[in-house]
T-cell receptor, first 114, second 116 residues
Framework: AQKVTQAQTEISVVEKEDVTLDCVYE???????LFWYKQPPSGELVFLIR??????QNEISGRYSWNFQKSTSSFNFTITASQVVDSAVYFC???????????FGKGITLSVRP | ETGVTQSPTHLIKTRGQQVTLRCSSQ?????VSWYQQALGQGPQFIFQ???????GRGNFPPRFSGLQFPNYSSELNVNALELDDSALYLC???????????????FGEGSRLTVL
């Protein structure tokens, strides 16, 4: 069975602080994809990153960076110098299986205060 | 924008009624998946359609059913609505090759259903 755990439920930071959102996953599949999505109050899921199971390189995109470690089954997301516009719910998700089913974590609500 | 469109964006129904939600997939995508997101939760997989056939189903009762049309658009039907069906329903399309995952998945903005 597939499982994604986002142990943090709510995080509140002051603008310009760095913040790391944790994600731990479980799967027996050897081929899988990991995702992070942002969901602002309007509701749509905004794609942030996709990483396949064979690529453990860390990635940086502007203020965002991701740390994928298969040894600990973790795929953590760091926002550097947070901004108020980063306030949203962030979901980590795991894609496995022939039907490309996504298994989501419960999400982390990030509040960035000015 | 992802190119995946859903309608209606909001709707209100009463318990026991039936609802149909619609999704137009991104051009060239032959696979559509539906997810239910209850308030404060992550999205849950309902089912997926690949070339007009159901290709996987999550833990949802049979009153949740779907269709995919030759142009790959899709409908989600829910019969005998219950209060707990109130949620955001998300459609996602993907360009699977055969039945293998490619890792590409694009979500629409969702249909928010309220059941009174």
């Amino acid at each position: 069975a597939q499982k994604v755990t986002q142990a943090q439920t709510e995080i509140s930071v002051v603008e310009k602080e760095d913040v790391t959102l944790d994600c731990v996953y479980e799967t027996r599949d050897t081929t899988y994809y990991l995702f992070w999505y942002k969901q602002p109050p309007s509701g749509e899921l905004v794609f942030l990153i996709r990483r396949n199971s064979f690529d453990e390189q860390n990635e940086i995109s502007g203020r965002y960076s991701w740390n994928f470690q298969k040894s600990t089954s973790s795929f953590n997301f760091t926002i550097t110098a947070s901004q108020v516009v980063d306030s949203a719910v962030y979901f980590c998700a795991l894609m496995t299986g022939a039907n490309s089913k996504l298994t989501f974590g419960k999400g982390i609500t990030l509040s960035v205060r000015p | 924008e992802t190119g995946v469109t859903q309608s209606p964006t909001h709707l209100i129904k009463t318990r026991g009624q039936q609802v149909t939600l619609r999704c137009s997939s991104q051009s060239g995508h032959n696979t559509v998946s539906w997810y239910q997101q209850a308030l404060g939760q992550g999205p849950q997989f309902i089912f997926q359609y690949y070339r007009e056939e159901e290709n996987g189903r999550g833990n949802f009762p049979p009153r949740f059913s779907g269709l995919q049309f030759p142009n790959y658009s899709s409908e989600l039907n829910v019969n005998a609505l219950e209060l707990d069906d109130s949620a955001l329903y998300l459609c996602a399309s993907s360009p699977t090759r055969g039945r293998r995952i490619t890792g590409e998945l694009f979500f629409g903005e969702g249909s928010r259903l309220t059941v009174l």
